[in-house]
T-cell receptor, first 113, second 108 residues
Framework: NAGVTQTPKFQVLKTGQSMTLQCAQDMNHEYMSWYRQDPGMGLRLIHYSVGAGITDQGEVPNGYNVSRSTTEDFPLRLLSAAPSQTSVYFC????????????FGSGTRLTVV | GQQVMQIPQYQHVQEGEDFTTYCNSS?????IQWYKQRPGGHPVFLIQ?????EVKKQKRLTFQFGEAKKNSSLHITATQTTDVGTYFC????????FGKGTMLLVSP
């Protein structure tokens, strides 16, 4: 099925642990983004990419790294997890100036204890 | 993405009542997109507006883009319980700034 696939769906980490949230899309979209969603805060942009090999920071990039070695994949790395990173993470992708907007993955619910 | 303020943050209506949410920017917007997120779900793209004064309809939903391209609205006629969710109006293409959206609760 075409779309954005995020793994895992749920994850519990201990403070200080590192992990990678996976995101893959099979629609050949140029644009990919990572958002986090916290209660009452809406969606906040972490990092984004406008094409393979190109990434940039969003509104809340601290504590996260990304890379875009292929068009399909855009993993998000938590370097040293902190309780403040407990959140729901969404990956999204889109064509350049596409009239059908962004397609979102189903999200990863991360808890850091 | 460009910053857009949305009001109200929350609205609770009875099924059958109409509902409107408004988005406003201090600067001219290149476009505006609308998304709906059901409780526990992910945002789903509804529509994009790019032209000054543009009006688009999807069944009971009417989307408008202001003449100055600084504001937009979403109007739902005769709400149903299936309309429950949070509605967002981000602007931009390579990046979208979402804001907090408007949470709509519909009581049967």
């Amino acid at each position: 099925n075409a779309g954005v696939t995020q793994t895992p769906k749920f994850q519990v980490l201990k403070t200080g642990q590192s992990m990678t949230l996976q995101c893959a899309q099979d629609m050949n979209h140029e644009y990919m983004s990572w958002y986090r969603q916290d209660p009452g805060m809406g969606l906040r942009l972490i990092h984004y990419s406008v094409g393979a090999g190109i990434t940039d920071q969003g509104e809340v990039p601290n504590g996260y790294n990304v890379s875009r070695s292929t068009t399909e994949d855009f993993p998000l790395r938590l370097l040293s997890a902190a309780p403040s990173q407990t959140s729901v993470y969404f990956c999204a992708s889109s064509f350049h100036r596409d009239r059908v907007g962004y397609t979102f993955g189903s999200g990863t619910r991360l808890t850091v204890v | 993405g460009q910053q857009v303020m949305q009001i109200p943050q929350y609205q609770h209506v009875q099924e059958g009542e109409d509902f409107t949410t408004y988005c406003n920017s201090s600067t001219t917007l290149s476009n505006i997109q609308w998304y709906k997120q059901r409780p526990g779900g992910h945002p789903v793209f509804l529509i994009q507006l790019v032209k000054s004064g543009e009006v688009k309809k999807q069944k009971r939903l009417t989307f408008q883009f202001g003449e100055a391209k600084k504001n937009s609205s979403l109007h739902i006629t005769a709400t149903q319980t299936t309309d429950v969710g949070t509605y967002f109006c981000p602007s931009g293409y390579s990046t979208l700034t979402f804001g907090k959206g408007t949470m709509l609760l519909v009581s049967p």
